[in-house]
């Protein structure tokens, strides 16, 4: 393993290289190095510490079967001690322990097989909304992909009627992207002008605008169904609920884990198809069967 951890001018270049082309670096260096190999740390600033890129199965299973010795901190950069960007990006992927077994639970519920079924038509509804303004010619496939899974999971995360909810999913959008800015990393310097500094400040505008939220659905005595409303009614086994902290943290860890995963997902699917017309073909013959030009069922799914 020793000759495959770059440090130095290696690592700096391959940080760089990251961040311009995450895919394209991963791919090099698995090609050039092998299933395992780290980056080392630069000299200065984040990262301080080895990043290691561990490829297939057997790693996986070492790294996610074994909580005792591969303790989750999570990707996002950190930010000072009782800061805003320190609250929201601590969520269930990055607890350990009781605490994230008791997080879990409450956590659940919104995701079981039948309240996930519960937002069929909700998505339905919003991607034909989102569809429809599309028009004919050269398109921005992740662009429009991006476009329609922030409307779903703002709505489904947040409320559909919600005037607000849109406006923090397009909040905590940016927020993600500027966690992985190459400045912010490399230049870590909370001073005005600085991109860190701006990160921080937009952190801290992100956990007002969902604090806000949440006091408002607390107000509100009415039967929501939106994820975060279920959360704030959510219980454990002792009868305790999510602190206005812990609401933060998962709000922002369960955005990310369903717009953007989703929106690459959708994006690779599409863009795998297009290389494929044989089985485009195949595809669009089983949709004009089935759906016959109608928007799929829950059985039909």
């Known amino acids: 393993m020793k000759k495959n951890v770059l440090t130095g001018a290696l690592a700096a270049r391959g940080y760089i290289h990251f961040f311009r082309d995450p895919i394209g670096c991963m791919r090099t260096l698995h090609r050039e190095r092998g299933k395992l190999v780290a980056?080392?740390?630069?000299a200065f600033g984040e990262p301080t510490k080895l990043h290691v890129l561990a490829v297939g199965p057997e790693f996986n299973r070492q790294v996610l079967g074994d909580p005792a010795r591969f303790r989750t901190t999570g990707q996002f950069i950190h930010g000072p001690k009782d800061s805003a960007q320190r609250r929201i990006r601590f969520g269930l992927t990055r607890m350990n322990g009781p605490q994230h077994k008791q997080q879990r639970q409450l956590i659940l519920p919104p995701f079981h097989k039948k309240a996930v079924a519960s937002y069929h038509d909700l998505i339905v509804e919003l991607a034909r909304e989102v569809i429809s303004q599309w028009t004919p010619g050269r398109r921005d496939v992740y662009a429009d992909m991006r476009a329609v899974t922030l409307r779903i999971a703002s709505a489904v995360l947040f409320g559909h009627k919600a005037s607000d909810a849109y406006r923090i999913a397009h909040l905590l959008d940016i927020w993600a992207?500027?966690?992985?800015?190459?400045?912010?990393?490399?230049?870590?310097?909370?001073?005005?002008?600085?991109?860190?500094?701006?990160?921080l400040k937009h952190a801290e505008r992100v956990e007002r605008e969902i604090l806000g939220l949440v006091e408002k659905r607390r107000r509100d005595s009415s039967d929501r169904t939106d994820v975060l409303s279920l959360l704030i009614r959510a219980r454990d086994?002792?009868?305790?609920?999510?602190?206005?902290t812990e609401l933060v943290g998962q709000a922002t860890i369960l955005f990310g884990a369903s717009f953007e995963t989703t929106a690459s997902t959708l994006t690779w699917t599409v863009f795998l198809l297009a290389q494929h017309p044989a089985i485009i073909d195949q595809l669009m013959d089983e949709l004009d069967r089935v759906l016959g030009g109608n928007a799929p069922t829950r059985d039909q799914l």
């Open 237 to 244: 086994d002792e009868n305790r609920g999510m602190s206005d």
């Open 39 to 42: 980056l080392g740390p630069i």
């Open 177 to 199: 992207r500027r966690n992985f800015s190459g400045p912010v990393w490399f230049f870590p310097v909370n001073i005005p002008g600085t991109p860190y500094h701006r990160l």
